[in-house]
C-alpha cells in the first residue's frame, strides 16, 4: 500500500481502524486501571469544578490526571506513578521542575513581599534582557500569553485608527474574542476555498459583530493576504501570527514568507505581530524572532518566561510603545510586573535560558529525532518527526504539513495511541493529540530520552503489526 501526504489517513483508516482501535482500547484500559486516586479526586471535583478540572483543555480521554509534584524533569500523579515530563506545561517548561535558580528567586522575593502594584527593579532588568534578546526596544507585562496577545491586537488597532484584523487559520491567541475564529475548525464545516477561509467563532459567547472584525488567511500563503488587504483597502490594522505555527503540531515557516508578511503589511499600513507565547524562549533565546531574523512590529511572550509562575510580556516598536507610554492606550493589570513573576522571569533569563541550557536541549533534541526517525523507518510507519528548539512531534503522514488544511488530514488515532503508549511506560506528553508538542527542559537527560525513544520503538512496533495484519486480511 503506497500512503502519501493527502491519501495516507483515508487509507489507514479504511484498513486499520479495527486493529488501531483495538490497540487505543487496550491502552485506554491500562491507563485507567494504573490511576484509581485521579478517578476518584475526579469524580469528587465534578461537584465543585466545572467539568472537574481547572481548565477545559485537561478534560481528557480516557480521564484526567491528577498531579501531586515535579522535581527536576520528572512529575508524579496523585497515584504515585513517576513520569518523564516531556507535557512541559503546554510549552511553559523550559526550566522543569523546581529549578534551583528559580526556587531560589521566588523564596527570596516572598520573603520581601508578593504584591505592591508598583514597579521594581527586577521588571527593568527583564525588559532590558528581552530588548537585547528579541530586538524590540519597549516592553510590558502581563499575567498570561491571552492578555499579551489581546493587548497586542488593541495597540494595532489603536496606533492605526483601523478595526481589521487578520489572523491564521488553525491558529490559537488565546481565549479573547478577536482572536476566538477559526482556530480549529472541522472539516464538516463550511471552511471556504483554501487560500480564503471564512471566519467562524470557535466558541460559544462570541457575537458576529466581533467575529466579522477578524479576517483569516492561511499559513506559508502570502497571496491569501494580500487578497484580503486588496478586499478591505486601509481598514486593517495589522496580522497576527505564530512565526513557526503550533497548535498543529509543528509547522515551519517556508522561506520569504514572514519577509514578505511584513512587508506586504507595511506597504498596506497595517503592523505584524508575532505570536511568541509558544515558541518565546523555547526555539532558542531570542524565539523565532531571532532564529528566523525576522523582527516583527509587535512580539507577545508568556509561558516559559515565568520558568513555571504566571507571566507574560509584550515587546514592540519605540513608535507602538510610546502610543502606550503618551496615554494614547493604556496597557494596565493590577498584576502586570508582579514582583513574584518578575523574579521568576530574571532567573529564567539569567540562569535558565543560557547558551548551556541550549546547547543541552539541542542534543537531546537531536538524539531523539534521529531515533525516531531510525523507528519510523525500520517499521515503514507513514510518519515523520518534526522539531525546533525544544519542542517536537511525530506527524503522522509521509508529507510535511504546510498549512492547516493539510493538518486536517492527520489521521489522530495514532497520536492519541502513541500518548497512551508513552503514558502508561512512564513519559507524560501533552493529551491533545496531533495539535500537540513533546517539550524538553533544561533538566532533562539522556535516561529521560532513551525511556522516550524505547517507547516510540514499541509503539511503532506494535502499530506496524496492526497495519500488517489489516492488509493480510484486506
Known amino acids: 500500500m503506497v500512503l502519501d501526504g493527502t491519501a495516507a489517513p483515508a487509507a489507514i483508516h479504511a484498513t486499520s481502524s479495527r486493529t488501531v482501535d483495538d490497540l487505543v482500547e487496550e491502552q485506554e484500559r491500562r491507563f485507567v486501571a494504573r490511576q484509581p486516586k485521579s478517578r476518584a479526586l475526579h469524580a469528587r471535583a465534578l461537584s465543585s469544578l466545572a467539568g472537574g478540572v481547572t481548565s477545559s483543555w485537561q478534560i481528557t480521554r480516557p480521564q484526567p490526571v491528577f498531579i501531586s509534584r515535579g522535581e527536576g524533569s520528572r512529575i508524579f500523579d496523585v497515584d504515585g506513578n513517576e513520569y518523564v515530563d516531556l507535557h512541559g506545561g503546554y510549552g511553559a517548561g523550559l526550566a522543569g521542575h523546581a529549578h534551583p535558580a528559580i526556587v531560589e528567586a521566588v523564596t527570596r522575593q516572598v520573603r520581601l513581599g508578593t504584591h505592591f502594584a508598583q ?37 494595532m488597532r489603536a496606533v492605526t ?50 467575529t466579522s472584525l477578524t479576517l483569516v488567511a492561511t499559513f506559508n500563503d502570502l497571496e491569501s493576504v494580500v487578497r484580503l ?39 498596506h499600513g497595517a503592523l505584524l505581530c508575532f505570536d511568541e507565547v509558544k515558541t ?7 524565539g523565532a524572532t531571532r532564529l528566523l531574523g525576522v523582527t516583527p512590529d509587535v512580539v507577545c511572550l508568556a509561558k516559559s518566561l515565568g520558568g513555571g509562575l504566571v507571566a507574560g510580556a509584550v515587546g514592540a516598536t519605540t513608535e507602538l510603545m510610546g502610543h502606550v507610554a503618551s496615554g494614547g492606550y493604556e496597557m494596565v493589570g493590577t498584576f502586570n510586573g508582579n514582583p513574584l513573576s518578575m523574579a521568576a522571569c530574571r532567573a529564567v533569563l539569567e540562569e535558565v535560558a543560557t547558551d548551556v541550557g541550549y546547547e543541552r536541549i539541542a542534543a537531546l533534541r537531536s538524539r531523539i529525532d534521529a531515533s525516531l526517525t531510525a523507528s519510523i523507518e525500520r517499521h515503514g510507519l507513514p510518519a515523520h518527526v518534526v522539531s525546533v528548539g525544544a519542542k517536537g512531534c511525530v506527524t503522522f503522514a509521509t508529507s510535511p504539513v504546510r498549512n492547516y488544511r493539510d493538518f486536517l488530514r492527520v489521521d489522530d488515532r495514532y497520536n492519541h495511541l502513541h500518548w497512551l503508549a508513552q503514558h502508561n511506560a512512564g513519559v507524560f506528553l501533552p493529551p491533545w493529540g496531533k495539535t500537540e508538542q513533546w517539550m524538553l527542559s533544561v533538566q532533562h537527560d539522556d535516561e529521560d530520552a ?21 492488509r493480510s486480511v484486506g
Open 450 to 470: 532513551e525511556m522516550f525513544i524505547d517507547n516510540f520503538e514499541r509503539f511503532a512496533a506494535e502499530v506496524s503489526g496492526a497495519l500488517r495484519a489489516a
Open 119 to 155: 514597579p521594581s527593579e527586577d521588571a527593568v532588568v527583564v525588559a532590558e534582557l528581552l530588548a537585547g534578546r528579541f530586538g524590540l526596544p519597549l516592553w510590558r507585562f502581563t499575567n498570561s500569553g491571552t492578555e499579551a496577545t489581546m493587548d497586542a491586537v488593541h495597540l
Open 280 to 286: 518565546g524562549l523555547t526555539v532558542g533565546p531570542g
Open 161 to 210: 485608527g483601523r478595526d481589521l484584523v487578520v489572523k491564521i487559520e488553525g491558529c490559537y491567541h488565546g481565549h479573547h474574542d478577536s482572536v476566538q475564529v477559526s482556530v480549529a475548525p472541522g472539516e464538516d464545516e463550511d471552511l471556504g476555498a483554501a487560500g480564503h477561509p471564512t471566519g467562524r467563532a470557535s466558541s460559544t459567547g462570541i457575537p458576529d459583530a466581533i
Open 229 to 267: 488587504l486588496r478586499e478591505h483597502p486601509r481598514q486593517v490594522a495589522g496580522m497576527i501570527v505564530e512565526p513557526i505555527m503550533m497548535n498543529a503540531g509543528i509547522v515551519h515557516p517556508v522561506p520569504g514568507y514572514l519577509e514578505g508578511l511584513r512587508a506586504v503589511l507595511h506597504e
